[in-house]
């Protein structure tokens, strides 16, 4: 996900936190209004036509500052100063822009509200430049004071008192512009989060298009993907060269064990699975040819790398600790998608065997949406998914640890054996591992 | 005072103290006087957190700077908000110093402002190739006390040097000192086409052969130098140092007795002693830089703070025949 939101080309500050605030969501309304809001950026940037009004889109977007911070302090009635007023101008010359451009190429799911009242006020001159003082137009007052004080700056004494009086009408006139704004604070507000979502949704655009992600369809039970694949590895593959293998996989609700060598990339789809939800849950494209999704309330998700934040406690002990969160969404009823990676890999093979069962049964027993991989041999009934895995078809050429991805098939299919793939040794041979080892271990297989 | 024109023929100035109370701000004021009736826009900055610190420890008020109509002026968040000036926002930075955003803003109409500009160099020099976009002429940069760096041609094309009886109570020894600063400001450059190549490199020790190749001597600091068990010289005798040239460097350089030609990046690299740096020169060894300034002119205040004051007259007739370059008493300037 990190990779995801990282290689999202967000432009300004403010739309960088509009996207770290989205919110998760639940239900397919929610969901497939965000995702017609890509559609259509992503149909427009399809169409390629309109490059001239999205580059100027570009270059005003990248100029946004975050004035959240002015529009609390409009809000609760203080009165701003000169900076304030130069950062709500800017922001408002700037809507102004992005309105008529939003407008121009047809993209009406962004709604700026319309800020030239607060321009008006702003710019007295009506030069549409977001320079700001407080112009002489403000008061018949001040622009007096300052033409007296333009023809007595020769006199210390007078231009200090003058400086004094003009500045005396310059704060009233701030308390008074400060009020004439406050009203439309609201709109200003809703301006700057329609231009940080606006930005958000055409990085989400260009990444659909760059990395071929696809609209996820919103089911109410069913959950499968096809062409599934994990942008990280396929383009660090593509960067030598290499083809990532897509897959297919359906997550019914409830437990499917994967089973594979090592190497087959169990862990990959794993958290291929997981990225894919989570994204369509956040309203993104996903990187799949395609897919259907049931929303869930939790995605829970265990991998063996994960920090162990408890602190003082073995992997083990934190492992399964972890999945007390899930056995507690189970008792509340949360609707959950579950996937443990290799659980209880780090203990003997016979308990660990049992462990991975009684979460199986659990799963079983709570009709739990979920993905277990592991290397045990799971002797419960459950529906079993294997890694093709190793195929090298007589091939003349030396596998090694450079081409060994080209000699697995990474698609899965439906086993019913309880026996695992016994390929550990194989791989550890092409990987390098000193024969003379390999030889000892043998002979306690042949035993 | 013909010094003022000459500003102009620069993109951008500095204005450096050698010392507290060398007459700094009042050079900077008397320069803004003179420019404000020449038809041309200037744009103003200063160095800023330093010189704010400066001022804390010594408790003396930051000075104002007396801005006039249509000159730009970049300053913190802070003094902006505490300005005696009418002027326009122009602009608000992205960035943030301690002192907050950097605010550039046009002068209205005259008035007094405390300057406060971005704290490092390289943020000097983006804000200076920025003023362009405003159709400003020069920049005048208002260096921070005895920080030459901030004057480095590097960031700025020019400088204007403030100095005196607060650096030295004794006409003699301040005119050498002074001498020695501006030595260093003017140390002969090397040809183009290798200063060109050199200035790619930003650190370790360099040779330059006979036919101009340069090579890594291999030695990453300068503080390593008398550690290494490799002969420096093995390239010929022209090295090349972009790092700080030291009192320790310029020693170890003179025992090894090879009529050396140092070359460093610019003037304000070198931190030597005056007298580590002319018995170098007298031993035959040459020193040349890769950048180098133009110094514009020398201000002199006779007026030491605690109260001792140079007969102005024979401090300025000596600086002239020693230094040769425009040398003025600004207070009397402003008075006259």
Known sequence: ??????????????????????????????????????????????????????????????????????????????????????????????????RETVFNIGLSCIQIPDLTDVIQMLDPENKRISHFYIYNQYSVLLNELRERLKHNLQNETATENLQCEAELEEDRIRKELTQKLSVHSLEIKKALTEIARLD???????????????????????????????????????????NFQPVDISVPQSPTVITGANMSGKSVTLQSVALVQTM???????????????????????????????????????????????????????????????????????????????????????????????????????RKLRVKGFTPHGSKEKITVQNINSYIDYSLEETNETEVPQEAIKIAEIVGVDSELLEYAKNYLKH | MPFVNEILAYRSVSI?????????????????????????????????????????????????????????????????????????????????????????????????????????????RKLIENMEQYGVNTVIVDGALSRLSFASPAVTDALILATGASLSANIPQLVSKTNFVKQLIELPLVEDELAKRLQELKQGIWGIDETGRIHDLEISSVFLLDKTDKDIFRFGNRIFIPGAITDKLIAFLLTQNKKVE??????????????????????????KCILQSKLIAITVNPVSPNGFTLNRDRLLAEMQETLKVPVYDIKSEICS
């Open chain 2, 262 to 287: 140092l070359i460093v990046s610019d003037f304000s690299r070198i931190f030597c002693s005056q007298n580590q740096f002319s018995s170098f020169l007298k031993r035959g060894n040459t020193l």
């Open chain 1, 1 to 98: 996900m990190k990779y995801m939101t990282g290689s999202l080309n967000v432009l300004s500050p403010i739309g960088k936190n509009y996207l770290y605030d989205l919110p998760f969501l639940t239900t397919k309304d929610e969901i497939e209004a965000v995702l017609n809001d890509t559609e259509a950026m992503v149909d427009l940037l399809k169409e390629n036509t309109r490059e001239n009004n999205l580059n100027l889109l570009y270059t005003k977007i990248m100029q946004l500052r975050d004035i959240s911070g002015t529009i609390r302090r409009l809000e609760t009635g203080i009165v701003l100063n000169d900076i304030e007023f130069f950062e709500i101008k800017h922001l408002a010359i700037l809507s102004e822009y992005i």
């Open chain 2, 16 to 124: 450096a103290g050698l010392e507290k109370n060398t007459g700094k701000t009042e050079s900077l004021n008397y320069v803004l006087n003179r420019l404000k009736t020449m038809n041309t826009c200037i744009a103003l900055t200063s160095i800023g957190v330093d010189g704010e610190k400066t001022d804390q420890v010594t408790r003396s008020p930051k000075p104002e700077i007396t801005v006039y109509e249509g000159m730009i002026f970049v300053t913190s968040e802070k003094h902006y908000l505490e300005r005696k000036i009418i002027s326009e926002i122009l602009d608000v930075s992205h960035e943030r110093t301690a002192l907050g955003r950097l605010i550039t803003a046009r002068a209205k109409i005259q008035g007094k402002v405390i300057l406060s500009g971005p704290s490092g160099t390289a943020e000097v």
């Open chain 1, 280 to 382: 369509a849950q956040f309203g993104f494209y996903v990187p799949a040819a395609s897919a259907i999704i049931t929303p869930v309330e939790k995605i829970v998700v265990s991998v063996s790398e994960a920090v162990n934040e408890t602190g003082g406690l073995s992997s083990f002990a934190s492992e399964m600790l972890r999945l007390n969160t899930m056995i507690e969404n189970a008792h509340n009823r949360v609707s959950q998608l579950i996937l443990i990676d290799e659980p209880a890999r780090t203990t003997n093979p016979k308990e660990g065997n049992a462990i991975v069962c009684g979460i199986v049964d659990f799963l079983k027993q709570y009709q739990v949406r979920s993905l277990i991989t592991t290397h045990y041999s799971v002797d419960t009934n459950c």
């Open chain 1, 200 to 242: 958000v949704l055409l990085a989400k655009g260009i990444q659909v298009c760059e990395m071929n992600l696809s609209r996820p369809a919103i089911g109410l039970s069913e959950t499968a993907f096809t062409g599934l694949f994990h942008p990280e590895i396929k383009y660090l593959l593509s960067q030598q060269h290499k």
